[in-house]
């Protein structure tokens, strides 16, 4: 099978498009012919090896000390179809459409094993490019707008809401009857509004923690908000949930019952409900562009130039269901 390949740590150009071994599933895994796969940020992140502090060293012994051995393939998630299924296997069948988040890595390659408790059926209204990116940001949107106690009524606000978890963070939310406030950049908040965000707030142009308005749930995705001028945004009882936080903000977290540090787990209940989501039109994958196979050093590139809008689909079979 053909796939890129993660050949050392470094920029883009480090992945190359090689010949590749097919997987064999185990007796409870799917083998998937992968259609589409999402470019997530974290997928660069662990190319250049840009990982937190407390994670690095465990993750380099698993990838390789000096270069990638152990995991070579990139790719945290994607859509497809089941080509073969293993001998304990008994919710799936060859031929369904599904969708899955892998964990680290596997789904920038032309077939891909993925275990049965995380592979879900694609709605019939969902093409692989939309299956594809909605797993990994749909998970960790939930999980945060969760961590931060948001619900019908509450005053929540997403910080770098434009992104692969943001764009779902502002539906989901929206979905708990929250009002939602969105900020990032000012070419992206034509696109949040359309996805559910009462208000939307241009960084680049205006201090959002100047407004004087208080929220019951505030959410860094990028972690990089100013901490102390965002905490005191904070309604009574609000909490501040950090979604991708750096060492230092770990750290000043500890013992603030209002900062909580929000790491994702990933729950076969939580993809079903996301595939409800979709099946009935409450949510929608936001695509910024799609990129062949052949192109993953140039979506990689793009990825982290910064300006995508939601996600980046790397499209490696047809793609076209």
């Not at 919710?91 to 988040?101: N, S, Y």
């Not at 929540?156 to 950049?185: F, K």
């Not at 603030?256 to 949510?283: E, F, Q």
Request: with cysteine; aromatic share 8%.
């Amino acid at each position: 099978m053909r796939a890129a390949i993660w050949t050392a740590y470094g920029p883009p150009d480090v992945l190359e498009i090689r010949d590749a071994a097919k997987p064999t599933p185990r007796a409870d895994e799917l083998l998937v012919k992968v259609e589409a796969a999402n470019v997530f940020p974290g997928d660069c992140e662990l190319r250049r090896f840009d990982i937190h502090p407390f994670f690095w060293l465990p993750l380099r012994i698993m990838s390789g000390i000096r270069k990638p051995r152990r995991m070579r393939i990139l790719g945290q998630e994607f859509a497809g179809t089941v080509e073969a299924v293993g001998s304990r296997v008994t919710h799936h069948r060859v031929g369904d459409r599904v969708f899955a988040p892998t964990a680290l890595g596997g789904a920038y390659a032309e077939y891909v094993c993925i275990g049965e408790r995380l592979a879900t059926p694609i709605p019939p209204n969902t093409s692989f490019e939309a299956a594809s990116c909605v797993a990994v940001g749909g998970l960790n949107a939930l999980h945060f707008l969760r961590v931060g106690q948001v619900g019908p009524g509450k005053k929540v606000l997403l910080y770098g809401a434009g992104g692969s978890i943001g764009t779902m963070a502002v539906q989901l939310a929206s979905l708990m009857g929250a009002e939602v406030t969105a900020v990032d950049r000012g070419d992206k908040l034509a696109t949040l509004r359309k996805l559910g965000a009462h208000r939307v707030i241009d960084y680049q142009r205006e201090d959002f923690t100047a407004s004087g308005e208080r929220f019951h749930a505030i959410v860094d995705l990028p972690g990089k908000s100013p901490y102390r001028r965002t905490i005191g945004m904070l309604a009574p009882g609000g909490r501040y949930v950090l979604g991708n936080a750096s060492a230092f903000a770990m750290l000043r977290s500890l013992g603030r019952s209002r900062v909580k540090v929000a790491l994702t787990g990933y729950r076969p209940a939580d993809l079903r409900y996301l595939r409800d989501c979709l099946a009935s039109n409450d949510i929608r994958a936001v695509i910024d562009r799609c990129f062949a196979l052949d192109d993953i050093v140039q979506a990689h590139r793009y990825v982290e130039s910064g300006q995508k809008v939601g996600n980046v689909v790397l499209i490696i079979g047809s793609a076209a269901a």
